[in-house]
């Protein structure tokens, strides 16, 4: 069985063996511009921003953990999300040191 984006194929086993796999990035996306309501999850830190890091870490924003965009001020700083139960907002320079990914 194949899947593809929301269907679903079955295919014979003869015709499984001329399909190939290709690993592909996860499109980009900002936690900044990502729309409200929007899950996504931390993959890493911009390697610009490693004065961040520390306090990131101490935020509770490691990788893996899952987030969802609560709300954006009117002017985009700062960015409210949900983060392990909680709301935390983060300034431009704090958002833009995350690497996110959709769920």
Do not use: W
Request: aromatic share 4%; with cysteine.
């Amino acid at each position: 069985m194949v899947a593809l984006n929301d269907q679903r194929f079955c295919i014979n086993h003869a015709l499984a063996q001329h399909i190939l796999l290709a690993a592909v990035k996860a499109r980009e996306v900002h936690l900044r511009t990502a729309p409200i309501g929007a899950r996504l999850r931390i993959t890493g830190y911009a390697p610009t921003a490693p004065s961040y890091k520390r306090k990131l870490l101490a935020m509770g924003l490691t990788p893996g953990t899952e987030i969802e965009i609560v709300r954006h001020a009117p002017l985009g700083d700062p960015t409210e999300i949900k983060v392990r139960g909680f709301h935390l907002s983060l300034r431009k320079d704090e958002a833009d040191a995350l690497e996110v990914s959709p769920l």
